[in-house]
């Protein structure tokens, strides 16, 4: 049985509708005013960041199937997955882009616990200004990561899971079990 398809139309049209906002705002906004706003929006493209990995943490509860794992862990096991780069980018993004920045409303710098080193980051719309080989790289203890590029890298990877999920019953059940969770949350007053 394949995956249900008002639930894989339902993400790629959400996917779809992100990456084509954000490149409206990056043509009508950011670069015809590049050279006069020197902030290039950072506020915007912080919330673009935040609609980009809570949809990393949807995809990443549809594939989990609300096992239980926590929040952290599933969405570094679904870009291991299906993204596999290097772990310590996808612990710094999740850090930084997912939570960080939805509890502050500002990126700050990261120091790891361990070892005390501290990372900081390199933002950019996309291109030309950060070129694709610097995105999602850590060097230097500095953490590169272009929008664009990571709004493509997620619908490649909502992709990869769809296709796996066509013939995963696992997978499937798994989304099933969520997706009225998703479509209808409920709460107490």
Do not use: C
Not at 28 to 33: A, F, M, S
Not at 56 to 82: N, V
Not at 98 to 126: A, D, F, I, K, N
């Amino acid at each position: 049985m394949p995956f249900p398809s008002e639930i894989a139309e339902q993400l790629r049209s959400d996917s779809r509708q992100l990456i084509e906002e954000a490149e409206v705002a990056v043509e009508q906004l950011v670069k015809p005013t590049w050279e006069k706003h020197t902030h290039h929006y950072p506020a915007t493209l912080w919330a673009y960041l935040m609609a980009a990995f809570a949809r990393l943490d949807l995809y990443s509860r549809l594939w989990d199937g609300d096992s239980g794992a926590k929040q952290t862990p599933r969405m570094r096991a679904f870009l291991a997955r299906y993204l596999p780069r290097d772990p310590i980018a996808d612990a710094l993004a999740i850090q930084l882009w997912r939570h960080t920045l939805m509890h502050t409303s500002r990126p700050r710098r990261l120091r790891e616990q361990v070892s005390g080193h501290v990372y900081t980051y390199l933002l950019h719309w996309g291109a030309p200004q950060l070129p694709i080989e610097q995105h999602y790289v850590v060097s230097n203890l500095k953490f590169s990561l272009g929008l664009q590029y990571l709004l493509s890298d997620l619908n490649r990877a909502l992709e990869v899971y769809l296709v796996e999920a066509d013939t995963s019953g696992n997978l499937q059940a798994n989304a099933v079990k969520v997706w009225p969770a998703i479509v209808e949350q409920e709460f107490k007053l």
